[in-house]
């Protein structure tokens, strides 16, 4: 079979892989500095999948945006400190020979009277141009930073930087209305007036907002910027929640009011031991809290998540052609992965199109995590045999994947775990595996089992060596096993076909085809 069909049959809308496309390979190592009121980041994505990694990741905590609502200027430090960053950063960009850095500043530099002098510094001391984008195309960028997670995503996105907060539409995967606001943490710990005059300043923006957004109530909150994370630390803290990945965290208003009061009961300095959070970050956080209460009763979001994709990663999406845009992020992550890490890069495939009579029942959703499942079931064969269990399902859950719930990172994890060993219990991770109900644990260690049981029997990357059936009714698990394949099904695989059909419910049949059918 050609196989730009056999791709297109096995992985429908996922089709072929883009790694060989140019306009693919020339995104594999691409420089981004972020310069904003708050902070100074450089971020190298490296990789030419949809979820590229972070090859290199570093921030300032520069400040210079600090009294800037005072003196019209920026802070003098902060201008010391974020020069000092960017020097840095560019000598860092040429010792790792990537193309030149593409840098943006935001509200501080935008908004002070010396902002075109500190560019003209930045440019005569360090050769790197700094371009300064206006609150809306903030808005439009970090909107596409977290179209790089979730493409098709609709909602509202919210990123809060140290001197603005800017809201952006997304509808059917795309930038709608975009509004920038003066909502910044560092703004308003200037405001006048005590905490009566910070809540009065907050709410009567935030209607201002509301009114221009002219947002329906019901919809999906997108949460960027380092102030939102920090809150959401703070919660996970305060739940005891077990997996501290922040992207994809969900919030409730309700937890959103409580998280606030539980703030304002704690020491802060001792809150931000505990929950790992920078001094200067920790100083915003009771101004973030303020606006993001305010945001969730005025939008009334019906869903709130966290992500970690912002302005950065709205750059790289913006360098992106339109048909890797379009991709899913998780299974192209995987399929970069495997090819890099795999001892045989395109098994995955196989053992997808062996086990999926398994699973033709399930949605969409769970579909695309039994091919990620598949791509990476042989990433990790480099562990030692005792823990390469563990070390499969802390990959899956704490891996820089795109595209993933929380939920379904620990579905992946316990797949993956169970590809290498019967049983999950007794492990160290017992505490995420309440992120599923019993019937999803359940899904996911089948196809964990079934994995396992497949990986034996592959005679190649394109030849079968059978075919499973599953007759739920009759609760019949049937293995119908080609003749060139009966040498693989030995006493371990037939095991593994039992271990298999037990979690299933179901009798295990096995069936030799004879030699003319075969």
């Not at 190592?29 to 949809?50: E, T, Y």
């Not at 790792?96 to 010396?114: C, K, Y």
């Not at 499942?373 to 899956?396: G, I, K, Q, T």
Request: hydrophobic letters at 40%; charged letters at 30%.
């Amino acid at each position: 079979m050609d196989d730009s069909l056999q791709d297109h049959e096995d992985w429908g809308p996922f089709g072929r892989p883009l790694f060989n496309d140019p306009q693919a390979r020339a995104l594999s190592r691409v420089g981004v500095v972020d310069v904003g009121s708050n902070s100074v980041r450089m971020v190298v994505f490296d990789g030419a999948a949809r979820s590229p990694a972070y090859f290199y990741n570093e921030k300032i905590m520069a400040g210079l945006g600090a009294g800037l609502s005072d003196t019209g200027k920026l802070n003098p430090e902060g201008r010391v400190r974020a020069l000092s960053a960017i020097r840095r950063f560019v000598a860092l960009a040429k010792g790792m020979g990537i193309a030149p850095l593409t840098a943006v500043a935001t509200a501080a530099v935008r908004e002070a009277s010396d902002g075109p002098d500190f560019r003209a510094e930045v440019e005569r001391e360090t050769g790197l141009k700094l371009w300064v984008i206006d609150g809306q195309e903030e808005a439009r960028l970090s909107a596409q930073g977290v179209l790089l997670g979730w493409p098709g995503s609709y909602g509202m996105v919210c990123d809060i930087g140290g001197s603005s907060m800017e809201l952006a539409d997304l509808s059917e995967g795309r930038v709608g209305r975009r509004l920038t606001s003066a909502l910044g943490p560092l703004k308003l710990r200037e405001i006048k007036g005590g905490k009566k005059g910070l809540r009065a300043y907050i709410k009567a923006t935030m209607a201002d907002l509301h009114a221009q957004m002219d947002h329906e109530t019901a919809m999906r909150l997108f949460l960027v910027g380092g102030s939102w994370r920090a809150i959401a630390r703070v919660d996970m803290e305060r739940r005891g929640y077990p997996l501290t990945v922040l992207h994809e965290y969900r919030m409730s208003s309700r937890q959103v009011s409580k998280t606030l009061e539980y703030i304002e009961k704690s020491d802060l300095q001792e809150l931000r031991n505990r929950c790992n959070i920078s001094d200067a970050r920790m100083s915003l956080v009771p101004y973030a809290i303020q606006v993001l209460r305010e945001l969730v009763k005025v939008f009334k979001p019906k869903d709130i998540a966290i992500s970690s994709y912002g302005i950065r990663e709205g750059m790289l999406y913006e360098q992106m052609p339109q048909r890797l845009r379009d991709r899913d992020p998780l299974i192209e992550a995987c399929r970069f992965v495997e090819a890099k890490d795999a001892r045989m890069p395109g098994f995955g495939r196989a053992l997808h199109r062996f086990i999926e009579p398994l699973f033709k029942q399930r949605g969409w959703q769970r579909k695309r995590i039994t091919r990620a499942a598949c791509l990476l079931h042989d990433v990790s064969w480099r562990a030692h045999p005792d823990y390469r269990a563990e070390v499969c399902f802390d990959n899956a859950t704490r891996a820089n994947l795109g595209g993933l719930k929380h939920s379904e990172r620990v579905f992946l994890g316990i797949a993956l775990l169970h590809r290498y060993a019967n049983k999950r219990e007794g492990t160290p991770f017992e505490a995420l595996f309440t992120l599923l109900s019993e019937k999803e644990q359940l899904e996911a260690e089948i196809l964990g089992k079934a994995m396992r049981f497949g990986a034996m029997l592959l005679l190649s990357m394109d030849e079968q060596p059978g075919q499973l059936q599953y007759r739920p009714k009759k609760k019949e698990l049937e293995i119908v096993l080609r003749n060139r394949a009966r040498p693989l099904f030995g006493e371990v695989a037939e095991a593994r076909f039992n271990a298999l059909a037990s979690a299933m419910g179901a009798t295990p049949i096995v069936t030799f085809k004879t030699k003319r059918a075969s």
